[in-house]
Protein backbone atom coordinates (compact mmCIF):
# COMPACT_ATOMS: atom_id res chain seq x y z
CA UNK A 1 0.00 0.00 0.00
CA UNK A 2 1.17 3.32 -0.58
CA UNK A 3 2.45 5.31 2.17
CA UNK A 4 1.82 8.68 0.40
CA UNK A 5 -2.14 8.50 0.64
CA UNK A 6 -4.75 11.62 1.45
CA UNK A 7 -6.26 10.28 4.26
CA UNK A 8 -9.16 11.66 6.99
CA UNK A 9 -8.33 13.13 10.10
CA UNK A 10 -9.10 9.78 11.31
CA UNK A 11 -6.15 8.00 9.02
CA UNK A 12 -9.06 6.42 6.47
CA UNK A 13 -7.95 6.89 3.17
CA UNK A 14 -10.05 8.96 0.91
CA UNK A 15 -11.68 7.74 -2.18
CA UNK A 16 -12.76 11.14 -4.03
CA UNK A 17 -11.12 14.70 -2.57
CA UNK A 18 -12.43 16.71 -5.77
CA UNK A 19 -16.32 15.69 -6.41
CA UNK A 20 -18.48 15.64 -3.56
CA UNK A 21 -21.28 12.33 -3.32
CA UNK A 22 -24.43 13.72 -4.69
CA UNK A 23 -28.07 11.89 -4.86
CA UNK A 24 -27.93 11.21 -8.48
CA UNK A 25 -26.14 13.18 -11.24
CA UNK A 26 -27.54 16.16 -10.43
CA UNK A 27 -29.13 15.20 -7.19
CA UNK A 28 -27.98 17.42 -3.83
CA UNK A 29 -25.31 16.60 -1.53
CA UNK A 30 -25.48 14.01 0.52
CA UNK A 31 -25.03 14.10 4.09
CA UNK A 32 -23.50 11.03 4.39
CA UNK A 33 -20.06 12.47 2.39
CA UNK A 34 -18.45 12.65 5.73
CA UNK A 35 -15.29 13.75 4.53
CA UNK A 36 -16.67 16.27 3.00
CA UNK A 37 -18.49 17.57 6.39
CA UNK A 38 -14.82 16.94 7.98
CA UNK A 39 -13.18 18.82 5.46
CA UNK A 40 -15.53 22.11 5.48
CA UNK A 41 -16.00 21.73 8.98
CA UNK A 42 -12.09 21.85 9.72
CA UNK A 43 -12.10 24.58 7.40
CA UNK A 44 -14.28 27.30 9.48
CA UNK A 45 -12.05 26.41 12.97
CA UNK A 46 -8.41 26.98 11.46
CA UNK A 47 -8.30 30.47 13.02
CA UNK A 48 -7.24 30.79 16.67
CA UNK A 49 -8.26 34.39 18.09
CA UNK A 50 -5.80 37.14 16.75
CA UNK A 51 -3.45 38.66 19.65
CA UNK A 52 -5.85 41.80 21.02
CA UNK A 53 -2.20 43.58 20.78
CA UNK A 54 0.78 42.58 18.77
CA UNK A 55 -1.14 40.22 16.29
CA UNK A 56 0.84 41.06 13.11
CA UNK A 57 4.31 39.26 13.75
CA UNK A 58 7.04 37.06 12.04
CA UNK A 59 9.21 34.39 13.92
CA UNK A 60 12.75 32.92 13.89
CA UNK A 61 14.97 30.37 15.70
CA UNK A 62 18.63 30.35 17.01
CA UNK A 63 20.48 30.52 20.01
CA UNK A 64 22.43 32.55 22.62
CA UNK A 65 25.64 32.42 23.94
CA UNK A 66 27.39 33.71 26.54
CA UNK A 67 30.29 35.84 26.17
CA UNK A 68 31.12 37.63 29.63
CA UNK A 69 30.60 36.15 32.91
CA UNK A 70 27.52 37.45 35.11
CA UNK A 71 27.66 34.12 37.02
CA UNK A 72 27.90 36.99 40.06
CA UNK A 73 24.78 38.06 39.45
CA UNK A 74 22.68 35.63 39.08
CA UNK A 75 22.35 31.73 39.35
CA UNK A 76 20.28 31.30 36.11
CA UNK A 77 21.50 28.25 33.76
CA UNK A 78 21.45 30.34 30.54
CA UNK A 79 23.82 32.88 32.00
CA UNK A 80 26.05 30.21 33.96
CA UNK A 81 29.26 30.18 31.65
CA UNK A 82 31.04 31.91 28.84
CA UNK A 83 30.37 29.85 25.89
CA UNK A 84 27.28 28.57 26.50
CA UNK A 85 24.60 28.29 23.93
CA UNK A 86 20.72 27.76 24.31
CA UNK A 87 18.53 27.65 22.02
CA UNK A 88 15.65 30.28 21.79
CA UNK A 89 12.71 31.54 19.64
CA UNK A 90 12.02 35.02 19.07
CA UNK A 91 8.72 36.50 18.16
CA UNK A 92 8.71 40.72 16.49
CA UNK A 93 5.44 42.42 15.80
CA UNK A 94 3.59 45.41 15.39
CA UNK A 95 1.26 45.86 18.50
CA UNK A 96 -2.19 47.96 16.99
CA UNK A 97 -1.89 46.27 13.77
CA UNK A 98 -4.74 43.30 13.30
CA UNK A 99 -2.95 40.29 11.07
CA UNK A 100 -2.84 41.36 7.83
CA UNK A 101 -1.86 45.14 8.69
CA UNK A 102 1.37 46.18 6.67
CA UNK A 103 4.37 45.93 8.64
CA UNK A 104 6.02 49.39 7.72
CA UNK A 105 3.63 51.84 9.96
CA UNK A 106 4.54 53.89 13.05
CA UNK A 107 4.54 51.74 15.87
CA UNK A 108 6.41 50.10 18.68
CA UNK A 109 7.65 46.73 17.59
CA UNK A 110 7.49 43.59 19.98
CA UNK A 111 10.60 41.75 20.98
CA UNK A 112 9.43 38.24 22.60
CA UNK A 113 12.02 35.60 22.96
CA UNK A 114 12.08 32.52 24.55
CA UNK A 115 14.98 30.71 25.83
CA UNK A 116 14.54 27.16 26.14
CA UNK A 117 16.75 26.85 29.26
CA UNK A 118 17.59 23.24 31.04
CA UNK A 119 15.82 24.50 33.98
CA UNK A 120 12.63 25.93 32.02
CA UNK A 121 11.47 28.11 29.71
CA UNK A 122 12.66 31.93 30.20
CA UNK A 123 10.66 34.62 28.30
CA UNK A 124 11.85 38.05 27.66
CA UNK A 125 8.95 39.83 26.27
CA UNK A 126 9.86 43.61 25.57
CA UNK A 127 9.54 46.04 23.03
CA UNK A 128 11.84 48.09 20.58
CA UNK A 129 11.97 51.01 22.67
CA UNK A 130 12.85 50.66 26.55
CA UNK A 131 10.23 52.71 28.07
CA UNK A 132 6.13 52.03 27.50
CA UNK A 133 3.30 54.46 27.39
CA UNK A 134 1.70 54.16 30.65
CA UNK A 135 3.41 52.43 34.01
CA UNK A 136 0.35 50.80 35.57
CA UNK A 137 -1.60 47.74 33.94
CA UNK A 138 -5.22 49.12 34.92
CA UNK A 139 -4.67 51.86 32.04
CA UNK A 140 -4.18 49.51 29.35
CA UNK A 141 -7.43 48.10 28.25
CA UNK A 142 -8.29 52.28 27.62
CA UNK A 143 -4.78 52.91 26.11
CA UNK A 144 -5.17 49.63 23.43
CA UNK A 145 -8.77 51.19 22.78
CA UNK A 146 -7.88 54.01 21.87
CA UNK A 147 -4.65 52.75 19.54
CA UNK A 148 -7.00 50.39 17.77
CA UNK A 149 -10.61 51.23 15.57
CA UNK A 150 -12.92 53.37 16.42
CA UNK A 151 -16.36 51.49 17.55
CA UNK A 152 -18.40 53.59 15.39
CA UNK A 153 -16.03 54.14 12.21
CA UNK A 154 -14.05 51.36 12.15
CA UNK A 155 -11.54 53.72 11.42
CA UNK A 156 -8.26 54.34 13.36
CA UNK A 157 -9.24 57.71 15.76
CA UNK A 158 -6.43 59.81 16.36
CA UNK A 159 -8.65 62.19 17.94
CA UNK A 160 -8.87 58.94 21.06
CA UNK A 161 -5.16 58.47 20.52
CA UNK A 162 -4.07 62.03 21.39
CA UNK A 163 -6.96 62.54 23.73
CA UNK A 164 -5.94 59.70 25.71
CA UNK A 165 -2.03 60.65 25.64
CA UNK A 166 -2.52 64.42 26.67
CA UNK A 167 -4.74 62.74 29.53
CA UNK A 168 -1.66 60.39 30.91
CA UNK A 169 1.40 63.12 30.19
CA UNK A 170 3.45 59.94 31.39
CA UNK A 171 3.06 58.80 28.31
CA UNK A 172 4.98 61.84 26.69
CA UNK A 173 8.81 59.73 26.45
CA UNK A 174 7.42 56.68 24.96
CA UNK A 175 5.54 58.54 22.37
CA UNK A 176 9.28 60.74 21.54
CA UNK A 177 10.77 57.83 20.56
CA UNK A 178 7.53 56.31 18.59
CA UNK A 179 7.30 59.83 16.70
CA UNK A 180 10.97 60.15 16.16
CA UNK A 181 13.02 58.26 13.47
CA UNK A 182 13.19 55.38 15.36
CA UNK A 183 9.17 54.69 15.24
CA UNK A 184 9.14 53.12 11.74
CA UNK A 185 12.48 50.59 11.53
CA UNK A 186 14.23 49.91 8.08
CA UNK A 187 13.65 46.57 9.29
CA UNK A 188 13.55 43.65 12.00
CA UNK A 189 17.22 43.55 12.05
CA UNK A 190 17.84 47.23 12.71
CA UNK A 191 15.99 47.96 15.42
CA UNK A 192 17.24 47.69 19.48
CA UNK A 193 15.25 45.12 21.75
CA UNK A 194 14.52 46.23 25.60
CA UNK A 195 13.13 43.82 28.51
CA UNK A 196 11.77 47.69 29.40
CA UNK A 197 10.70 46.48 32.95
CA UNK A 198 13.66 46.07 35.78
CA UNK A 199 13.99 42.70 37.10
CA UNK A 200 15.50 41.46 39.82
CA UNK A 201 18.98 38.93 39.19
CA UNK A 202 19.59 36.65 42.29
CA UNK A 203 23.00 34.89 42.14
CA UNK A 204 24.10 31.47 44.24
CA UNK A 205 24.17 33.06 47.63
CA UNK A 206 20.37 34.49 47.44
CA UNK A 207 22.15 38.37 47.07
CA UNK A 208 20.24 39.86 44.13
CA UNK A 209 20.17 43.12 41.97
CA UNK A 210 18.14 45.26 39.51
CA UNK A 211 18.66 44.40 36.04
CA UNK A 212 17.50 45.80 32.79
CA UNK A 213 17.94 44.20 29.25
CA UNK A 214 19.27 46.21 25.99
CA UNK A 215 19.42 43.92 22.75
CA UNK A 216 21.55 46.12 20.62
CA UNK A 217 21.44 45.05 17.04
CA UNK A 218 24.74 44.07 15.26
CA UNK A 219 23.45 45.13 11.91
CA UNK A 220 23.02 48.97 13.08
CA UNK A 221 20.33 50.72 13.56
CA UNK A 222 18.21 52.02 10.66
CA UNK A 223 14.90 53.42 9.55
CA UNK A 224 12.79 54.22 7.39
CA UNK A 225 11.42 57.29 5.71
CA UNK A 226 7.97 58.46 6.12
CA UNK A 227 7.33 58.29 2.60
CA UNK A 228 8.98 55.30 1.40
CA UNK A 229 7.23 53.50 4.58
CA UNK A 230 3.83 54.40 3.88
CA UNK A 231 5.15 53.44 -0.35
CA UNK A 232 5.98 50.04 0.86
CA UNK A 233 2.90 49.65 3.09
CA UNK A 234 1.07 49.91 -0.03
CA UNK A 235 3.52 48.02 -2.36
CA UNK A 236 4.40 44.96 0.38
CA UNK A 237 2.48 45.32 3.28
CA UNK A 238 5.01 42.14 4.58
CA UNK A 239 8.07 43.48 4.14
CA UNK A 240 9.51 43.34 7.30
CA UNK A 241 8.44 39.59 7.23
CA UNK A 242 9.69 38.79 3.83
CA UNK A 243 12.98 40.48 4.86
CA UNK A 244 13.56 38.41 7.81
CA UNK A 245 12.48 35.58 6.06
CA UNK A 246 14.90 35.91 3.21
CA UNK A 247 18.16 37.10 5.03
CA UNK A 248 17.59 34.14 7.83
CA UNK A 249 16.95 31.90 4.17
CA UNK A 250 20.13 33.08 2.83
CA UNK A 251 22.69 32.74 5.99
CA UNK A 252 22.53 36.28 6.63
CA UNK A 253 22.16 35.59 10.54
CA UNK A 254 20.67 38.15 12.06
CA UNK A 255 22.63 38.98 15.71
CA UNK A 256 21.99 41.46 18.81
CA UNK A 257 24.48 41.89 21.92
CA UNK A 258 22.84 41.62 25.15
CA UNK A 259 23.79 44.10 27.62
CA UNK A 260 22.28 44.33 30.97
CA UNK A 261 22.61 47.36 33.46
CA UNK A 262 22.78 46.65 37.16
CA UNK A 263 21.37 48.32 40.33
CA UNK A 264 22.56 47.60 43.78
CA UNK A 265 18.83 46.68 45.24
CA UNK A 266 19.29 49.75 47.58
CA UNK A 267 19.60 52.40 45.16
CA UNK A 268 16.07 51.91 44.07
CA UNK A 269 15.25 53.93 47.43
CA UNK A 270 17.45 57.02 46.57
CA UNK A 271 17.79 57.01 42.61
CA UNK A 272 16.47 60.37 40.95
CA UNK A 273 13.72 58.15 39.27
CA UNK A 274 12.18 55.60 40.33
CA UNK A 275 13.26 52.19 38.99
CA UNK A 276 10.33 50.65 38.56
CA UNK A 277 8.53 53.54 36.65
CA UNK A 278 8.74 51.80 33.38
CA UNK A 279 8.11 54.98 31.34
CA UNK A 280 11.60 55.93 32.67
CA UNK A 281 15.55 54.56 31.91
CA UNK A 282 17.65 54.28 34.18
CA UNK A 283 20.54 56.79 32.70
CA UNK A 284 23.43 54.80 31.27
CA UNK A 285 26.04 57.52 33.11
CA UNK A 286 24.48 56.28 36.29
CA UNK A 287 24.05 52.46 35.42
CA UNK A 288 26.29 51.92 31.91
CA UNK A 289 25.62 48.81 30.03
CA UNK A 290 27.45 45.23 30.73
CA UNK A 291 27.95 42.98 27.87
CA UNK A 292 26.21 39.21 28.58
CA UNK A 293 26.02 37.68 25.54
CA UNK A 294 24.84 37.16 21.55
CA UNK A 295 21.43 36.06 20.10
CA UNK A 296 22.13 34.87 16.93
CA UNK A 297 18.68 33.72 14.28
CA UNK A 298 20.09 30.97 12.07
CA UNK A 299 16.83 28.99 11.48
CA UNK A 300 13.24 29.89 9.93
CA UNK A 301 10.47 28.65 11.37
CA UNK A 302 9.07 25.60 9.49
CA UNK A 303 5.60 25.78 9.64
CA UNK A 304 4.27 29.97 10.67
CA UNK A 305 0.70 28.24 12.69
CA UNK A 306 2.67 25.99 14.66
CA UNK A 307 5.43 28.12 15.55
CA UNK A 308 4.65 31.70 15.03
CA UNK A 309 0.41 31.83 15.87
CA UNK A 310 0.66 29.35 18.43
CA UNK A 311 3.97 30.92 20.08
CA UNK A 312 2.89 31.97 23.81
CA UNK A 313 5.08 34.28 25.87
CA UNK A 314 4.66 35.89 29.35
CA UNK A 315 6.79 37.77 31.40
CA UNK A 316 5.91 35.75 33.83
CA UNK A 317 7.54 32.55 32.68
CA UNK A 318 10.61 32.56 34.87
CA UNK A 319 13.58 30.44 35.74
CA UNK A 320 15.48 30.42 39.02
CA UNK A 321 17.80 33.24 39.37
CA UNK A 322 15.86 35.64 37.68
CA UNK A 323 12.58 37.13 39.75
CA UNK A 324 10.03 40.18 39.38
CA UNK A 325 10.59 43.78 40.68
CA UNK A 326 7.45 45.94 41.94
CA UNK A 327 6.83 47.82 38.03
CA UNK A 328 2.94 47.79 38.19
CA UNK A 329 3.00 47.57 34.33
CA UNK A 330 4.78 44.34 34.75
CA UNK A 331 2.49 43.05 37.81
CA UNK A 332 -0.52 43.04 35.53
CA UNK A 333 1.03 41.33 32.83
CA UNK A 334 2.07 38.68 34.75
CA UNK A 335 -1.81 37.93 34.91
CA UNK A 336 -2.84 39.69 31.78
CA UNK A 337 -0.13 37.42 29.14
CA UNK A 338 -0.50 33.82 30.62
CA UNK A 339 -4.55 34.74 30.44
CA UNK A 340 -4.66 35.72 26.75
CA UNK A 341 -2.80 32.71 26.11
CA UNK A 342 -5.04 30.37 27.96
CA UNK A 343 -7.91 32.18 25.92
CA UNK A 344 -6.33 31.82 22.64
CA UNK A 345 -4.16 28.98 22.35
CA UNK A 346 -5.76 27.12 25.14
CA UNK A 347 -5.06 25.99 28.84
CA UNK A 348 -2.27 23.37 27.46
CA UNK A 349 -0.81 26.43 25.72
CA UNK A 350 2.68 25.20 27.03
CA UNK A 351 2.42 21.62 25.82
CA UNK A 352 2.68 22.53 21.87
CA UNK A 353 6.06 21.98 20.40
CA UNK A 354 7.25 25.48 20.11
CA UNK A 355 6.41 26.49 23.59
CA UNK A 356 7.27 22.70 25.39
CA UNK A 357 10.47 23.22 27.19
CA UNK A 358 13.08 21.29 26.28
CA UNK A 359 14.02 20.02 29.60
CA UNK A 360 11.60 17.11 31.71
CA UNK A 361 8.34 18.81 33.00
CA UNK A 362 7.00 17.42 35.83
CA UNK A 363 3.62 18.34 37.62
CA UNK A 364 0.24 17.32 38.64
CA UNK A 365 -1.60 20.10 36.19
CA UNK A 366 -4.20 17.15 34.42
CA UNK A 367 -6.78 16.99 31.65
CA UNK A 368 -8.01 20.33 29.73
CA UNK A 369 -9.04 20.97 26.35
CA UNK A 370 -6.52 19.66 23.51
CA UNK A 371 -4.33 17.67 26.16
CA UNK A 372 -1.97 15.46 23.97
CA UNK A 373 0.78 14.67 25.20
CA UNK A 374 0.37 11.96 27.51
CA UNK A 375 -1.21 13.51 30.36
CA UNK A 376 0.86 11.99 33.46
CA UNK A 377 0.28 8.43 32.32
CA UNK A 378 -0.62 6.54 35.19
CA UNK A 379 2.24 8.75 37.69
CA UNK A 380 0.88 9.97 40.73
CA UNK A 381 -1.33 13.48 40.22
CA UNK A 382 -1.06 14.91 43.40
CA UNK A 383 1.08 16.10 46.22
CA UNK A 384 2.24 15.78 49.07
CA UNK A 385 2.06 11.79 48.68
CA UNK A 386 3.90 8.87 49.56
CA UNK A 387 4.43 7.41 45.85
CA UNK A 388 7.60 9.22 44.88
CA UNK A 389 5.72 11.83 42.78
CA UNK A 390 7.73 15.12 42.31
CA UNK A 391 8.85 17.45 44.82
CA UNK A 392 9.71 21.42 45.41
CA UNK A 393 12.98 22.35 45.56
CA UNK A 394 13.53 24.95 48.23
CA UNK A 395 16.48 26.34 46.80
CA UNK A 396 14.57 27.67 43.85
CA UNK A 397 12.31 29.49 46.13
CA UNK A 398 11.95 33.37 44.43
CA UNK A 399 13.79 35.04 47.41
CA UNK A 400 11.98 37.14 49.93
CA UNK A 401 11.66 40.47 50.04
CA UNK A 402 10.43 43.26 52.27
CA UNK A 403 7.14 45.22 52.05
CA UNK A 404 5.71 48.31 53.74
CA UNK A 405 3.18 50.78 53.72
CA UNK A 406 -0.61 51.41 53.77
CA UNK A 407 -2.36 49.60 50.90
CA UNK A 408 -3.93 51.90 48.95
CA UNK A 409 -4.82 52.80 44.63
CA UNK A 410 -1.29 55.44 44.76
CA UNK A 411 -1.54 57.87 42.00
CA UNK A 412 1.71 59.29 40.88
CA UNK A 413 0.89 62.41 39.93
CA UNK A 414 3.75 64.37 41.42
CA UNK A 415 5.90 62.62 39.28
CA UNK A 416 8.89 64.40 36.88
CA UNK A 417 7.23 63.04 33.05
CA UNK A 418 8.97 65.21 31.01
CA UNK A 419 12.66 65.44 31.63
CA UNK A 420 13.48 62.04 30.01
CA UNK A 421 11.20 63.36 26.68
CA UNK A 422 13.42 66.53 26.89
CA UNK A 423 16.80 64.47 27.32
CA UNK A 424 16.02 62.42 24.17
CA UNK A 425 14.75 65.43 22.04
CA UNK A 426 18.02 67.28 22.83
CA UNK A 427 20.20 64.37 22.63
CA UNK A 428 18.55 64.26 18.65
CA UNK A 429 20.56 66.33 15.76
CA UNK A 430 18.81 69.33 14.04
CA UNK A 431 17.36 67.07 11.40
CA UNK A 432 16.13 64.66 13.72
CA UNK A 433 14.38 67.00 15.52
CA UNK A 434 12.74 68.42 12.85
CA UNK A 435 11.45 64.78 11.66
CA UNK A 436 10.54 64.34 15.10
CA UNK A 437 8.30 67.36 15.16
CA UNK A 438 6.93 67.54 11.48
CA UNK A 439 5.89 63.50 12.46
CA UNK A 440 4.05 64.74 15.42
CA UNK A 441 2.50 67.83 13.59
CA UNK A 442 1.24 65.62 10.65
CA UNK A 443 -0.20 63.28 13.41
CA UNK A 444 -1.58 65.35 15.43
CA UNK A 445 -3.56 67.60 12.97
CA UNK A 446 -6.39 65.50 12.33
CA UNK A 447 -7.47 65.94 16.11
CA UNK A 448 -10.79 67.49 16.26
CA UNK A 449 -10.64 69.57 19.21
CA UNK A 450 -8.16 72.03 19.69
CA UNK A 451 -8.31 71.49 23.60
CA UNK A 452 -6.68 68.56 22.90
CA UNK A 453 -4.29 69.70 21.28
CA UNK A 454 -3.28 72.60 23.51
CA UNK A 455 -2.76 70.17 26.39
CA UNK A 456 -0.44 68.08 24.55
CA UNK A 457 1.73 71.16 22.98
CA UNK A 458 2.10 72.02 26.81
CA UNK A 459 3.27 68.77 27.80
CA UNK A 460 6.14 68.64 24.76
CA UNK A 461 6.89 72.54 26.24
CA UNK A 462 7.18 71.45 29.61
CA UNK A 463 10.02 68.61 28.55
CA UNK A 464 11.82 71.43 26.24
CA UNK A 465 10.48 75.19 25.36
CA UNK A 466 11.70 74.31 21.80
CA UNK A 467 10.33 71.26 21.57
CA UNK A 468 6.46 72.18 22.73
CA UNK A 469 6.62 75.94 20.40
CA UNK A 470 8.18 74.09 17.27
CA UNK A 471 4.65 71.91 17.56
CA UNK A 472 2.32 74.48 18.11
CA UNK A 473 4.11 76.27 15.35
CA UNK A 474 3.41 73.96 12.95
CA UNK A 475 -0.07 73.38 14.35
CA UNK A 476 -1.14 76.70 13.74
CA UNK A 477 -1.14 77.69 17.65
CA UNK A 478 0.54 79.03 20.63
CA UNK A 479 2.21 77.20 23.46
CA UNK A 480 -0.42 78.32 26.40
CA UNK A 481 0.62 81.14 28.92
CA UNK A 482 -0.08 78.89 31.62
CA UNK A 483 2.39 76.40 31.18
CA UNK A 484 5.11 79.04 30.37
P1 LIG B 1 23.26 58.29 27.16
O1 LIG B 1 23.81 59.36 26.34
O2 LIG B 1 24.16 57.53 28.08
O3 LIG B 1 22.49 57.22 26.27
C1 LIG B 1 21.64 57.65 25.26
C2 LIG B 1 20.93 56.46 24.71
O4 LIG B 1 20.08 56.88 23.67
C3 LIG B 1 21.83 55.39 24.13
O5 LIG B 1 21.27 54.14 24.53
C4 LIG B 1 21.70 55.57 22.63
O6 LIG B 1 22.04 54.33 22.13
C5 LIG B 1 20.26 56.03 22.54
N1 LIG B 1 19.96 56.85 21.37
C6 LIG B 1 20.78 57.57 20.61
N2 LIG B 1 20.10 58.19 19.63
C7 LIG B 1 18.81 57.85 19.80
C8 LIG B 1 17.63 58.16 19.10
N3 LIG B 1 17.65 58.94 18.02
N4 LIG B 1 16.47 57.65 19.54
C9 LIG B 1 16.43 56.85 20.64
N5 LIG B 1 17.53 56.52 21.33
C10 LIG B 1 18.71 57.02 20.91
O7 LIG B 1 22.10 59.00 27.97
P2 LIG B 1 21.08 58.47 29.07
O8 LIG B 1 21.27 57.03 29.36
O9 LIG B 1 21.18 59.40 30.21
O10 LIG B 1 19.70 58.67 28.31
C11 LIG B 1 19.35 59.91 27.73
C12 LIG B 1 18.12 59.69 26.91
O11 LIG B 1 18.41 58.70 25.94
C13 LIG B 1 16.96 59.12 27.72
O12 LIG B 1 16.17 60.10 28.29
C14 LIG B 1 16.23 58.29 26.72
O13 LIG B 1 15.22 59.06 26.10
C15 LIG B 1 17.27 57.92 25.69
N6 LIG B 1 17.62 56.50 25.79
C16 LIG B 1 18.14 56.02 26.95
C17 LIG B 1 18.33 54.69 27.11
C18 LIG B 1 18.81 54.17 28.41
O14 LIG B 1 18.63 52.96 28.65
N7 LIG B 1 19.40 54.97 29.27
C19 LIG B 1 18.05 53.72 26.02
C20 LIG B 1 17.58 54.35 24.81
C21 LIG B 1 17.34 55.68 24.74
P3 LIG B 1 21.88 53.81 20.63
O15 LIG B 1 22.25 54.92 19.68
O16 LIG B 1 22.71 52.58 20.50
O17 LIG B 1 20.44 53.49 20.57
Redesign the pocket.
Known sequence: MSNNKLTTSWGAPVGDNQNSMTAGHRGPTLIQDVHLLEKLAHFNRERVPERVVHAKGAGAHGYFEVTNDVSKYTKANLFSEVGKRTPMFIRFSTVAGELGSADTVRDPRGFAVKFYTEEGNYDIVGNN???FFIRDAIKFPDFIHTQKRDPKTHLKNPTAVWDFWSHSPESL?QV??LM???GIPATLRHM?G?GSHTFKWVNKEGEGVWI?Y?F?TEQG?KNLAVDAAAQIAGENPDYHTEDLFNAIQNGDYPAWTLYV?IMPLEDADTYKFDPFDVT??????????IEVGRMVLDRNPENYFAEVEQATFSPGTLVPGIEVSPDKMLQGRLFAYSDAHRYRVGANHNALPINRPKCPVHNNQRDGQMRFDGNGGGSVYYEPNSFGGPTESPADKATPFAVSGVADSVAYDHYDHY??????YR???EE?RTRLVENIVGAMTPVELEEIKLRQIGHFYKADPEYGTRIAEGLGLSVPETVK
Open positions: TPVHSISDRHFKHKVQKVWSQKDYPLTQAGDLLLSE
